[in-house]
């Protein structure tokens, strides 16, 4: 018989782990492929570092970069090569921080009394605490970055044709009722991201439509998590990923997002720097740990309040991008992020 408690299972003649007896999957390996993404080829490394520098300082880094003379201010002269020249350029700038006040955090408390009616080592108790915190804040985390990476699209470049409302509309089968793919698909993405510039690999990660796409045309190619992204957008050119926080933040599973790898980037913020566990006072102490899955740093706060113990854990984190004014107007990647957005429309 199974019913709903709010206390944890006592000790009885024979308990066993739902865990160790059956393939349940208690805590699923849910995806978050854009989150994955983001970490594995990100190249803004110095600038995560620099916000927040590890020692809980949070600081304000200015990006300069200089916007590309336009071809319209090349003049095609005759006679004696002049000797002064009248254009004049400034190099512009961006700024990237995090706000340390805004934070996600999840608890549990434990009644050390409950402990003793539990078949179980306490440690590892509170082990199993820890890592359910890790995994509903990460979670909790790729559903905030997902937010955020949507926000950063930018523009196709001008030349590119199929595009509305800032959405690169293809079509992935030539027929919904009959399921024939549309392979033209594949090149109208591949041309669209050669307009925009994109030198690197791109990862699209989004909606079902493009995913199943990727799968059909490139079978084996594509996965939702689990693998190397940077290797498989190399060996197969792009990397096709399903992410239903990508998709739930673009408003349709239709819809899907593509990054040239390293456009993006992921700050965290740590109030605490110390990995083992201090005892701060007799009753609290902190620590910073790191996930298993995917490396992001955790503060961890344990107290002990007249026996009964608290475990909080608390997670900053903030999606940057590139500036949408690195190309001068007039020219035409104005706009242009290397984040954009796709959108499948397939006829009857």
Not at 234 to 263: C, E, H, I, P
Not at 310 to 326: A, E, F, N, Q, R
């Amino acid at each position: 018989m199974s019913y709903l408690s709010s206390q944890n299972v006592q000790c009885e003649t024979l308990q066993k782990s739902l865990e160790t007896e059956f393939q349940s999957c208690p805590t699923p390996l849910e995806a978050m492929p854009a989150l994955e993404a983001i970490l594995a080829t990100q190249n803004a490394a110095g600038i995560a570092q620099s916000v927040s520098d590890g020692m809980g300082k949070v600081k304000t880094v200015k990006v300069t970069y200089d916007q590309r003379a336009l071809e319209s201010a090349v003049t095609e002269t005759t006679g004696a090569r002049s000797c002064t020249s009248t254009n004049e350029t400034y190099n512009n700038y961006t700024t990237y921080t995090i706000d340390p006040s805004t934070k996600l955090e999840y608890g549990e408390k434990i009644d050390i009394a409950d402990l003793a009616t539990v078949c179980e080592d306490p440690a590892m108790f509170y082990a199993k605490k820890i890592n359910k915190i890790i995994d509903v804040l990460e979670r909790k985390a790729a559903t905030k970055s997902a937010t955020e990476l949507v926000a950063l699209y930018g523009k196709w470049g001008s030349n590119v044709g199929g595009v509305t409302s800032d959405e690169l509309v293809v079509s992935t089968l030539v027929s919904s009722a009959t399921k024939v793919l549309d392979y033209s698909a594949m090149s109208a993405i591949d041309i669209a991201l050669m307009q925009t510039g994109y030198c690197a690999p791109p990862i699209i990660v989004g909606g079902t439509s493009l995913y199943a796409y990727g799968k059909q045309i490139s079978a084996g190619c594509c996965s939702t998590t689990g693998v190397n992204i940077m290797d498989m957008a190399n060996q197969f050119g792009k990397a096709f990923l399903y992410d239903k926080r990508v998709a739930t933040a673009l408003g349709s599973d239709a819809k899907s997002l593509v990054m040239q790898a390293g456009s993006v980037a992921l700050i965290t913020y740590n109030e605490y720097n110390e990995t083992e566990l201090p005892n701060i006072t007799s009753n609290y102490s902190k620590i910073k740990v790191f996930s298993p899955r995917t490396g992001l740093p955790i503060d961890i706060v344990i107290k002990d309040d007249c026996g009964t113990i608290s475990i909080i854990g608390y997670l900053t984190t903030k999606v940057v991008g590139l500036p949408s004014d690195m190309f001068a107007v007039g020219d035409e990647y104005r706009g242009v992020t290397f984040v954009n957005k796709i959108k499948v429309t397939n006829p009857a």
